[in-house]
């Protein structure tokens, strides 16, 4: 099955890029989104909060799913599970977190090539949709990063998202833009570009620097994601804070109306990377921080005429 590849991709992360998130960025260009990671086990098990959060609403499409483990016949049944409702699995091969990583999940598996190729093979050969993959450059150095993802296109991945931080790096430090290079040179599957992209000049130094397919934007669609709309029209325009509330409210909005309702603490965290960096977002923040519910979140923001 054939998998479109657009060039601006919002990339997966746990906490934040929720169904109604996820839609809003899609409203302001951007053309492929992904849930975040589910854990292959709970897929397997019928968790329902598992079941939430890897729900992918028709607004969005086409979405990926994207799933984590370290057992091929686990993330292949769960892949299986959760295809119907997407247009691709994505794998991760890129999560830091030492609760994934333990059990030789995410990141962890860069340093087991051969696992990498047991999970690729078994899930592309039980699914009917493509599978993806996102990886880091390796665990502490990134030597093999290029033979990795070789052997992830070789395993039957049709594209290939490469975040370019080591696991050791987590979230610090600049993205290796050469390795992500040398990766797109090597590979006939699309290569999406993720790190450090924060507007679209950077992007634009991405596409020249890479060659890469796509680009996947991460954090700094937080609070932000108008900048969907900045690489859509290959131009920075300032936000104002009032812009930003707005694009708070019409969250606020959508997740009301895909009934997202079970957790404020996630709106609230929402509301804080809309105020980020403008002047006394610290007396604001202090009201958020406070709030009990979502109406006390929408109370505490400033109005304008
Ligand atoms: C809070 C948070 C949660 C994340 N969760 C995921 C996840 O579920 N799956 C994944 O592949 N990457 C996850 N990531 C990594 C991002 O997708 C991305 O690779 C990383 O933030 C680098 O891109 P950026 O520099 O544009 O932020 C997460 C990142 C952050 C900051």
Not at 35 to 51: C, H, L, P, W, Y
Request: aromatic share 8%; charged share 25%; with cysteine.
């Amino acid at each position: 099955m054939s998998l479109i590849t657009p060039r601006y991709f919002l990339a997966p992360m746990a906490g934040y890029t929720d169904g109604a998130f996820r839609i809003l960025c899609k409203e302001y260009g951007c053309q492929y989104t992904t849930t975040e990671f589910v854990s292959a086990e709970a897929v397997t098990r019928g968790g329902d909060k598992t079941f939430r959060l890897a729900k992918v609403f028709s607004e969005e499409r086409p979405a990926s799913i994207q799933i984590f483990g370290s057992e091929p016949a686990k993330m292949a049944q769960a892949a299986h599970i959760l295809e119907k409702q997407c247009d691709a699995i994505d794998i991760n091969f890129g999560c830091p977190a030492p609760k994934v990583t333990r059990s030789l999940g995410g990141a962890a598996l860069l340093d087991y090539p051969e696992k990498i190729k047991a999970i690729l093979e078994e899930t592309v050969s039980t699914c009917t949709k493509p599978v993806t993959a996102k990886m880091r450059l390796g665990v502490k150095n990134k030597n093999n990063a290029v033979k990795i993802a070789q052997l992830i296109e070789k395993s039957g991945a049709s594209r290939l998202t490469v975040h370019g931080r080591t696991l050791e790096q987590g979230y610090t430090g600049n993205a290796d833009w050469q390795v992500i290079a040398a990766i797109k040179k090597e590979l006939t599957i699309p290569v999406i570009g993720n790190g450090n992209v924060k507007d679209w000049e950077s992007a634009k130094a991405m596409f020249e620097q890479t060659n890469v397919d796509g680009i996947a934007i991460g954090r700094s669609a937080l609070g932000n994601p108008s900048i969907f709309q900045a690489l859509i029209n290959e131009k920075d325009i300032p936000v104002s804070l009032e812009e930003k509330i707005a694009m708070f409210l019409r969250y606020v909005e959508l997740r009301k109306t895909l009934k997202l309702w079970e957790s404020h603490g996630d709106v609230k965290a929402h509301a804080l990377q809309f105020i980020r960096g403008f002047p006394d977002a610290a007396a604001l923040r202090l009201k958020i921080s406070q709030a009990k519910s979502v109406e006390e979140i929408v109370d505490a923001l400033p109005n304008f005429p």
